[in-house]
Every structure is written in C-alpha cells, then in structure tokens.
C-alpha cells in the first residue's frame, strides 16, 4: 500500500496527470466549439484536419510516423489536426538546430588532424566501401575518424563498472558524465563517492542526466545536492506539466570522458540492475567500450554541445582536447552522435549501411525490434542475398507492449532468412552491430522510432579493430545461451491476439 501511495504521489504521475488535464481541456474547448459553433466551426476543425494531413505528407518525416498520425487524424478529423500540431510536430525551430549544428562543424574543423588523414587515406587504400560509410558519418554526423586510440571491451556491467570507477580515480583535469538513467544504489553511490573526491581535489566534474529517464529513480531536485557538493549538474530537457511534444526529445546518450584521453560509450546505464546488483528481468545483458586515445575527442565534443545547447553557452572545446599522446592501437575508432533536432537520422542509416553493404553476415543485439519499412526492407534483402542475418532479442520483457510489437516483425524476417533468437537467462540491453569482420558499431540507439527519431543517442563505429572479433565472439557466445525462434508454419494466431499486434504496429511510431 505505501509503495502504491509513494506512486501515486510521485512527480511523474503528478506531471501526467496535468498534462492529462490539458489534453482534456483542450479537447472540451474543440468539441465545445463544433458543437456551439455551428457548421463553419464543424467544417473549420475539418478542414485543419486536412491541410495538416496534406502537410504531413509533404514533409520529411519518415512514413511510418506519417501514417501514424494520419490515421489518428482520420479516426477523429474534428481536433485530430489540432493534436498534431501539439503534439506531433517538432517544436525545435530551423534557427536553434542550424545553431547548434553550425557550432558542431566549427569545432570538428578545428580538431581535423594529421592523425585523422592518415585514418581516412589509410582505411580508403584497405576497404573503399567502409572510408565511403566513414565519410557519411564525418559529413553528417560530422564526426571524424581517428587512428591512434585503444580500446577495451566490456561484456558485461559488472566489468564496464570496475573500470569506470579505476578510471575515475585516475582524474586529474576534468570528469564529463552523461547518462539517461541515474539511480540511487551500489553502483552510482560508489561512483559519486569517487567524484565528490575528485572534486575535493580541484577537479572540474560535470554531471548531465535526462529527467524523464531519471523521474522515478532519483529524488525531486537532486541535482540541488550535486550542486552542493561541487559537481556542476544539468537535467536535460525537464519535464514539465505543459501540453507540447517536445518532453519526447530525451536525452539517451551514455558518455563519460576523463581528462580527454579516456572515454566510455555504451549501453549502461548507472543502476543497479545494470550490473545485476538488482535482479528486474532476469540477467541483464548490457555492453560498452573503453578508448583511450585521440578518439575520445569525438565523445567530448558530443558532449560539451548538449551542455552548451541546455545552457545556452558557448564553451571552449580546446582546453579539453586529448593530450596527444601516443597511444597506438589497431584499426580505427570513430565516435557519432545522432539528434532529433535535425532531417539526419544518423544512428539508423549507420546501421542501414552497414546491413546493404554486407557480404557474409551481419549480428545485431538490440533490446527492442520496431522497425521501419526501411530497415525491414533492408534486412529482408541481404537475408535473400544470401547474407548471414542474426539479431538477438530479450526473452524476458521490460515493456509488455513493446515486446508485443517486436515479436510481431519475427515471422516476416524468418521466413526471408533472418535468425532469431530470444536471450533466454533475461534481458539484453546491449545495441551492438558487427558486419564481415570489417566494421562494428557499440552505442546506445535501440531499433526503434524512439532512438532513430526522437532520442539524442550516440555511438562507436570500429573500422579494422580487432575489437569487431571481440564483439562477434561476445554474440555468439551469447546465441549459445539463447533460444532460437522457429514459427510454426501452420500456427494459427488467435484473432485478437492478431488484432492486438496489428494496432499496436501501427502506433508503434508513437510510443
């Protein structure tokens, strides 16, 4: 009963709640209007209707999210148009993210190097098709490539944990951290244990979580108390009881950089259960990488964008590049960041890529499988092309709803020729890709519509590294311990069961 009240009670129901209101109001004062209105207010809210509806089609949204809202707009055509606009629309304005993008090339001009043309001419002499999937991310992204960067493996949280807190302790300059979930517990209380020391000792720490991520699993204000003890904190996009689309916008990035030379990208969050410390949905599968290099200089640029983007501020990159030092490594790293607030779906068309120009095989992990028409389009092709497709998906869901709509794409893959398999002790969180032995991808962005359009999510594309047989060899040690799926060909899904899947697919770019 006391955890019940505690919820009921919370920020996040009472924010949702006065959202609720709003969206009820609203929707009193439409229906107020047709009804009092007369047939100019009737064929008025109609007529919206329409031109957002020929609106919708003209932009450049992807389809899937279009016939979403379409659909919503002619299931109720008297306020569907005015929903859109609220609600569907992006509320970011062409000037800010020209702003921010803008400030992106000015700094990456600035970090070009001769290490980074040495990357590029060296992978374009070894593999042309890969420096081609390289130029889309220095372009678009733009994030450059880079020699000279090591990097380790984490398989699993506990390991990524132990070497974070190692690293932390090393601190000597500055601490940059950014992550979508933050809980009180084992892991985080040791890790801000670690920070309050570091800032005793004069270093410069900065904290950077998401609200939304974070609503239920830290204290109102908490960042008052970070904001006590010397860490410079900021919430990301806070969320607040107003009724406009842009609390979508979340902040999905897990980054930390130290000293410029160290830096960490990957799945994990930081609680408990991401270190099965806490046991939710079974064993938590979760990955991340470690670079200690002139590669880490992409991830301190993601990151002091979005702080300067959240504070307005322009910040000064160049006293937190990497110290130059020679750190050799294998291959080559190139760190990417992908956001909302621009027409670049970057995350997805890296993994689009990757899959159309795969010779022998692709593995993917990836907690959720709501895909597009693209990316399931592209994954059906190289399947009949003869290419080894395998994804592994969680067997134990955090989200019923959204496990439904996954396993409802796994029939229409597997009879292409796609591999399925269910990772049977619990949960995966990782978002790993590896492709032909040649190129991988460890990061944060999930298959799905939330991380491809509305998330700002970040990643670690590895060209030539011996760390692509590393991830491999972790996924296939992984298939070993999960179940693969064969459907029944003459299985007959109930009805509604079917009718169920049905609906939620089409609201999938939704949820």
């Keep these: 009963m006391k955890k019940v009240l505690k919820f009921l009670c919370s920020r996040l129901v009472i924010i949702s709640l006065a959202i609720l209101v709003q969206f009820f109001f609203l929707l009193f004062i439409l229906l107020k209007l047709s009804s009092s209105g007369g047939l100019a207010a009737y064929v008025g809210l109609q007529l919206v209707s329409l031109i957002v509806v020929l609106w919708i089609i003209t932009k450049r949204d992807n389809p899937s999210y279009k016939i979403a809202w379409i659909i919503v707009i002619m299931l109720f055509p ?13 509320p970011m304005s062409k000037k800010q993210a020209e702003r921010v993008r803008r400030y992106a090339y000015t700094q990456v001009e600035q970090s070009e190097s001769i290490s980074c043309q040495k990357a590029r001419e060296e992978l374009e002499r070894r593999s042309p098709h890969l420096k081609r999937q390289s130029d889309y991310i220095s372009n678009v992204g733009p994030y450059p490539i880079w020699g000279n960067t090591q990097v380790e493996y984490f398989p699993v949280g506990e ?34 244990d670690v920070l309050k020391r570091k800032v005793a000792a004069g270093v410069d720490v900065r904290l950077m979580y998401d609200d939304l991520g974070t609503i239920q699993t830290l204290p109102p204000q908490y960042y008052l108390q970070l904001e006590q003890a010397g860490i410079k904190c900021a919430v990301f996009n806070p969320f607040r009881p107003r009724l406009n689309s842009a609390f979508n916008y979340r902040d999905h990035r897990k980054i930390t950089v130290i000293d410029g030379d160290v830096g960490f990208c990957g799945g994990l969050n930081l609680a408990d259960e991401y270190i099965n410390a806490h046991v939710r949905f079974g064993h938590w599968k979760d990955t991340a990488v470690m670079l200690r290099g002139d590669g880490t200089w992409n991830l301190t640029m993601m990151f002091l964008q979005l702080w300067s983007y959240r504070d307005g501020k322009d910040a000064d990159y160049q006293e937190y590049r990497p110290s130059g030092k020679i750190y050799g490594g294998e291959g080559f790293v190139q760190p990417y960041g992908d956001s909302p607030i621009d027409e670049f779906n970057v995350a997805e068309n890296i993994y689009l890529q990757m899959i159309n120009c795969a010779k022998k095989y692709v593995y ?5 499988l709501i895909l597009d028409n693209e990316m399931t389009t592209a994954l059906i092709i190289a399947a009949e092309s003869g290419v080894d497709i395998r994804i592994i998906t969680p067997h134990i869901p955090d ?3 959204v496990h439904a709509v996954t396993r409802s794409s796994y029939r229409q893959l597997i009879e292409a020729g796609v591999r399925i398999y269910e990772y ?3 949960f995966i969180h990782a978002k790993m890709f590896v492709a032909d032995d040649e190129i991988g991808v460890v990061g944060t962005a999930n298959m799905d519509y939330r991380s491809f359009y509305l998330h700002f999510e970040c990643g670690v594309a590895f060209f030539h590294s011996p760390i692509i047989q590393t991830v491999k060899e972790d996924i296939c040690k992984t298939m070993e311990i999960s179940q693969e799926i064969h459907p029944d060909p003459g299985e007959r899904v109930p009805l509604l ?5 049905a609906i939620l697919k089409a609201f999938a770019p939704l949820m």
């Excluded at 690293?167 to 084992?186: D, N, R, S, T, W």
């Excluded at 069961?497 to 899947?501: I, S």
């Design 497 to 501: 069961r079917r009718l169920g899947r």
């Design 424 to 426: 049977t002790p619990g």
């Design 78 to 90: 008297l306020f569907g148009g005015i929903f859109y606009l609220v609600f569907g629309n992006k």
């Design 399 to 401: 989200k019923w709803y």
């Design 159 to 192: 390991d990524f944990w132990q070497a974070l807190l190692r690293e932390l302790e090393k601190a000597e300059k500055f601490i940059f951290m950014e992550y979508f979930i933050i809980q009180e517990g084992k892991m985080w209380n040791a890790l801000l």
């Design 364 to 368: 993917i992990t990836t907690p959720y």
